[in-house]
């Protein structure tokens, strides 16, 4: 659709009166401090680009693109405004008039494909074990890598060698009694950088009831591609997606990464889909997706056996913009939490402010996305906890690296893996 | 001067760090609040963020020298256009400068950078009992330096008086940049009648006799208990009516507002959870102070306003305090929910009326309203006759807005023309100064002796307030 025919640009720039509310909440805004990065800066410069009086220009883009995405301008916002919408719609606009090489390179030859994504990701992992990268590092090799790139390669720390796909069948049965049959979006960064977190979300689906199916042939949810001003390359593996997943009978379809699930909600889908001829389809998809603690908690309402734990592990919780924000779910991981014998839950100040690593930010805004994550880490450390819970890939590197940064002993993890450690340990009690 | 030799000069001043001076750049600092921007944004010539009062002084003595108009802006969420450079210059972000230099617990004060924003203020008081009472709906943006410089007030006016009360003390940077501290160059006293009072002058001054770097702020021990009641009216002529008796009754509530029918819809079309009642005006009193003393002051509201009203709720329970306050709270932006494709403007937003008045001024501005077709949802500080008046138009529509801006007009008159004023909190900026002449009169060439004395060459923040 025509940028200028897209609703949220067509309808909602209007709305904006600058009042300013976002600039208080923005965490970008709080380490530029100037108005270039306030989110309100940002709904005007979209109705500069839409009315033609300023062109779109990679300038523009840079300005735009200094945004997480994190949605707590939206959220926030007394007009009711996507913010993060229009950004994205307009990147996407200032993109396909300044395409680049590089990223259709990655987001349309690479990211679009998971079989080649994957043996990228693979032989990363295989450089990195190799101690390759570390040589590289040291011979200054990977200073020639684009914009932020050099300094942010640090935060890939671990790729493991072997993907979930390759450890996880495409069926999975329910042990017990059949209570539903669960599609499992098995994001990229689930699949390739933390396969604990599928193998867990396997276990704990199948033992509470459910036939877990994970499509072979589904790709990536496109919120890489919606950051990266690649919204038609969304739109198409939206769409990829939807067909694949509603060609089986599903009750639910479940994710456990914060923004697959935000991806994949209605009111993304709406934005990437809808007025289309797919449109129906695509909310019969979306109405059945569910954060993957959402549906352990309010609709399987599994209670793990219990235990006499003599000391319980102190966990904080660190909230997804794409969780809290996007999707308003913030009790349901706690809540999973706190069903957890072994874990006692404390808050950290701030638990909903934004870690900085936004996807692919951290790796284009190094810096900034280093100052973001280390106020994060301050309130995280101010608790004391020896485990770290989150429930988004991006989150969890980013948040791996802070630890690291901050010299801080603290396993960050999401919570279905503590739940699977807690049920796997009492059944190999009995 | 060129545009690139003062981006030149700035830089070689001040580093790269604290100047803006990109083309793409500069239009973030073309709006503020107001409608006016929304219709005609200005860029400035640079934009520079000092971080010291001597960083201010450096750009004040070259704009000086160059006869560069200089814009003072805080936050950037004023409604009159006030922090635009409308013929050009530099402005002065002062919104992240923002340090609390000193919390002077023992002497109830604080000394801050113009930048700090009102709720962290109050956030950083209040670990001393203490806080700084006028309480603008923007306190989570605004900034300090924003509120003196527009004398800003708000919600709890009607008992605790607007920011001018507050100053102690101001350091001002002058036009030819010299450093001028007002209220006495060391005093940190509560009472003080030594000298001309500067303070006075320069808060409310809009930018247009010097830059403001500090502020000396006297701060209030913070209120222990708070109650709200809720009262609905059937007839809105009782609503004023009911104001007064409270006061008469020896009650000072710290916030009375009102919901006028337009309003009532408005929120019960945005949130109908909320489900206001049907009325023609609804108030909300607000008392604080100690528990006993609020449940006091709680009880003869209930009986006094329950004599006028249809029905009295009165409760210091906190979620239903919330309840009951949330209507009032989301009016501003529930606003824009009586029209499809509306958007609320911010124009004719702020005038303020004797408390007799307030009734009159009402219906007369929902005649006028009707008159041009636009939609006017009226809500306000009763409690101080200032009442916010919101059209909802689109603002794509040029018809429309050619509309609204002669109801602007209209109203701003009225107010004038009922013993009021065209702004009770909001300031004039660029939107209300042809109005000074009919506000004013002779006075205005005062004024502008005033200005002339602070600023020969006219650059402090030119096109504002007169």
Redesign the interface.
Known sequence: MEFQKLPPVKEQIMKCVRCGKCRSVCPVFEQIRNETAAPRGHVFMVGMLRDGIVEPKQEVYEKLGNCLLCETCSVNCPSGIDIHELNAAARSYIYDKNPSAGKELIFDTMWTRPGFLRTTTMLMGGVQKLGLQTLARNMGLTKILPGDMPKAEKIMTSVPTRSARKQIPKFNRAKGEKKYTVGYFLGCATDLLNPEIAKATVNILTHFGCDVIIPKDMKCCGMPHIANGKMDTARNLMAHNVKIFNSYNLDYIISDCASCSSALAHKNVEFLLGGLKIEDEAFKFSDKVMDLTTFLVEVLDIKLPDKNVTKKTRVTYHDPCHLANAQGIKDAPRELLRRIPEVELVEMPGANTCCGGSGTYSLTHYDLSMKILDKKMDRAMSTGAAKLATCCPSCTMQLKYGTVRSHWDCEVVHPVVLANRSLQQSLVKK | MDKAAVKNELVKMLGHEKV?SED??L???S???SFL?KLEPANPTA?V?PRSTEDVAQVMRFAFENDIPVIPRG???GETGGCIALRGGIVL?LS?WDEIIEIDASNMQVLVRPGV?HAKLNEELAKFNLFFPPDPG?S???TIGGMVANNASGLRAVKYGTTEQYILGLEVVLANGDIITTGGMKAKCIKNVSGLNLTKLMVGSEGVLGVVTRVRLRCWPKPRARGIAMAVFDNLDEAPAAVLDVYQAGILPSGIEILDSSAINAVNSFKPQINLPQAEAILLFEVDGNPPGVEFEGNIIKEVVGKRARTVEWSTEAKRMAELWEGRS?T??AA?RVKA?G????AGEDISVPLSKVADTLRQIRALGDKYGIKVVNYGHIGDGNVHTAPVI???NPDEVEKVLQLVDDIHRLAVELEGTTTGEHGVGAVRRQYAELEHGLAVKYMQGVKDAFDAKGIMNPGKLF
């Not at chain 2, 958007?343 to 911010?346: E, H």
């Open positions: 803006l793409l750049d239009m973030y600092y709006y503020d609040s921007t934009v963020m936050a950037g969420t972000d992240t924003i923007s989570q943006m605004c989301i501003a932006t824009a494709d958007s609320r403007i911010f689109n603002p794509e």
